[in-house]
């Protein structure tokens, strides 16, 4: 049986939403989520604030972002640099077996990298999400925000909407310009891991599409 700690609950909106993302007057009726830690580190993270709402054919998320040392790695520009850059993650499974889990992986340059995966770790790289997955980022005077758009019928095809529930990680990964500084993992959950991992089932939650 799968065992969540956690839930959140994403509430419905209005299906008259004409573009790819939704006004931040829509986002005022999210529920805010900000049970954010660093499982294996001390002290409090700076401010993540997530929020998901959905319509009959979307579901929508934003991340909003404390940043004051924002760091991206640019050399070619390309999508496995995001792994070296402060970014917002959300990874989804099917169930307990993560085979498969899928991960989206999104920085303050509005850079994507995603993947399919099998426990543990087995990582497809030239894996892209179907038709369906929008995003874009936006620095702002205190860090950035990330906001997305995923179909339904994406979710579904993936077998990752059930019953109106989703298995989903919510994480951050914070990098810093400082030398010798080590990336610090931010997640919704506590994976109870000794090593930083999110790719593990203790680290997924639950999304209940109200």
């Not at 004051?68 to 999508?79: G, I, K, T």
């Not at 179907?130 to 979710?155: C, N, R, W, Y």
Request: hydrophobic fraction near 40%; charged fraction near 20%; proline fraction near 6%.
């Amino acid at each position: 049986m799968f065992h969540s700690p956690k839930s959140y609950f994403v509430k419905a909106i209005s299906p008259e939403v004409s573009s790819k993302f939704i006004t931040a007057k829509a986002w005022m009726s999210a529920n805010l989520l900000e049970d954010f830690q660093y499982p294996w580190g001390e002290g409090v993270p700076p401010k993540t604030h997530f929020r998901a709402l959905h319509t009959a054919n979307t579901f929508y998320f934003q991340f909003e972002v404390e940043d004051h040392d924002l760091y991206a790695e640019v050399v070619e520009n390309e999508q496995m640099e995001v792994a070296e850059s402060d970014r917002v993650e959300l990874f989804f499974c099917q169930d307990e077996q993560l085979d498969p889990y899928y991960c989206l992986e999104m920085d303050y340059l509005g850079r994507l990298l995603s993947n399919s995966a099998k426990f543990h770790r087995q990582m497809d790289y030239n894996w892209y999400w179907p038709d369906g997955f929008h995003f874009q980022s936006e620095q702002t005077t205190t860090g950035f925000i990330v906001k997305g758009a995923i179909s339904k019928a994406s979710l579904s095809a993936l077998g990752l909407l059930k019953n109106n529930e989703m298995r989903v990680g919510i994480f951050r990964g914070q990098y810093s310009n400082k030398p010798n500084q080590a990336v610090r993992w931010i997640s919704w959950i506590d994976p109870k891991t000794p090593q930083p991992d999110f790719h593990v089932p203790s680290a997924f939650g639950i999304l209940k599409l109200l």
